[in-house]
């Protein structure tokens, strides 16, 4: 019993944790020193609450404990005396919700300050927000613990003095970090192992949050439903170690709670709020999760939805997967044009999937030479193992 108590503790102070920190760094600034006085107050819930039971207000109990540690951290320096008569001693206890959610979103937007870089905007948001240890971030990206360390280390440095931003300009810059956190853990750009499920897990809860914050915005809810209709074929993604393509998955093992949750999200947002580049993929998303096969997908829709992605928010990723439906509705040949297009395109250029694309057209075309040339060239230039040896694979047939 005490096993379950003490894991709906630590559930508890995760959730917490971020808004604690936004009320304090609201208040006074210093992310460091505060989310090093948030560390301790933590740590005191760990070994107080089982014992003595969770307070009332479990929010303003560790805003109020964080808050003596970071008025107690000040005074033992007496370079920083003077601060102390502008500084609140204890900053008052708030469990107001909106207000803890409002400086959670707030402290997400400080995580993405556009003078950090993507990696380090990642990593600040998986410290900070997300409640990760540096181990477990620099597990989670193949780095050394000591890189992972500097990297957190000089974002918060970068970001120091900062304040919150009063609007909601970061929120594509946020959006952006949770989609890049998410597709690292659905499908790891290197290493052995072609998933990390706990990146998509924590990306997915994050967005979540953000979007019980923020519920009228329609590219947070695409966001969310595209991450939901993605992780729902998590499980058939692999075997053995090996990619399974999404037209040899077996359907009837998709998580079909996911799949509802995430077909409720497009439907009832489609209609009221204009469809992004987050909406519309997770559209055309669910429009995969619902078909009972392959053969049997709407591809005229879905080449449809790549159209209006590909002029609304052009990007050579749109382009390849508009490529393969173009060759499902036209056929292979006018899909390879398409791809053509991509060929002095530097954002692409010596990136695995266009010679992985350009296989599987060359493939389709019965043109299986040439397939097999670029599989073999898409297996040298991935880093990852998983989808390296799915492609030899393809290239040995």
């Not at 990642?122 to 989670?140: E, F, K, M």
């Not at 052009?314 to 899909?335: C, D, F, Y």
Request: charged residues 25%; proline residues 6%.
């Amino acid at each position: 019993m005490s096993g379950e108590i003490s894991g709906e503790i630590e559930d508890l102070l995760r959730a917490l944790a971020p808004q604690v920190l936004g009320t304090l760094v609201r208040s006074h600034g210093q992310f460091e020193a505060c989310e090093d006085a948030v560390q301790e107050a933590l740590l005191a819930a760990s070994v107080q609450w089982p014992e003595q039971g969770v307070p009332s207000r479990p929010a303003g109990w560790l805003v109020t404990v964080a808050g003596r540690r970071l008025t107690d951290h000040w005074r033992s320096e007496a370079a920083r005396r003077e601060r102390e008569l502008t500084v609140s001693m204890e900053p008052l206890p708030d469990d107001d919700p909106s207000r803890h959610l409002d400086d959670t979103l707030r402290l997400l937007f400080l995580c993405c300050h556009p003078k950090l870089s993507a990696p380090s905007q990642v990593a600040l948001t998986l410290r900070a927000v997300g409640g990760l240890t540096t181990h477990q971030i620099a597990h989670a990206f193949l780095v050394p613990e000591a890189t992972m360390a500097q990297r957190i280390s000089r974002a918060k440095q970068t970001i120091k003095g900062t304040g919150f931003p009063d609007g909601p300009e970061r929120l594509p810059a946020v959006l952006q970090v949770l989609y890049l956190i998410f597709n690292e853990g659905y499908t790891a750009t290197s290493g052995p192992e072609l998933q990390r499920v706990e990146l998509a897990a924590e990306a997915i809860r994050l967005a979540r949050e953000v979007h019980r914050l923020l519920p009228d915005d329609g590219e947070v809810a695409g966001l969310l439903a595209l991450m939901l209709l993605t992780d729902a074929r998590r499980a058939t993604r692999s075997a053995d170690g090996v990619l399974v393509p999404l037209a040899e998955q077996d359907r009837s093992l998709w998580d079909r709670a996911r799949i509802e949750e995430g077909v409720a999200l497009v439907s009832g947002t489609l209609p009221k709020a204009p469809a992004g580049p987050y909406l519309l993929q997770a559209t055309i998303a669910a429009i995969h999760d619902e078909a009972p096969s392959t053969e049997e997908t709407d591809w005229a829709e879905v080449l449809v939805l790549y159209k209006i992605l590909d002029r609304t928010a052009p990007n050579p990723m749109v382009t390849l997967n508009r490529a393969i439906a173009t060759a499902m509705v036209h056929g292979p040949v006018e899909g390879l044009a398409l791809l053509a297009t991509l060929d002095g395109d530097k954002r692409v250029a010596g990136h695995y999937r266009l010679d992985a694309v350009r296989g599987h057209l060359l493939d389709l075309a019965g043109e299986h030479e040439q397939a097999r040339e670029h599989y073999r060239r898409a297996a040298r230039l991935t880093l990852s193992l998983p989808e390296r040896e799915y492609l030899l694979r393809r290239a040995s047939r």
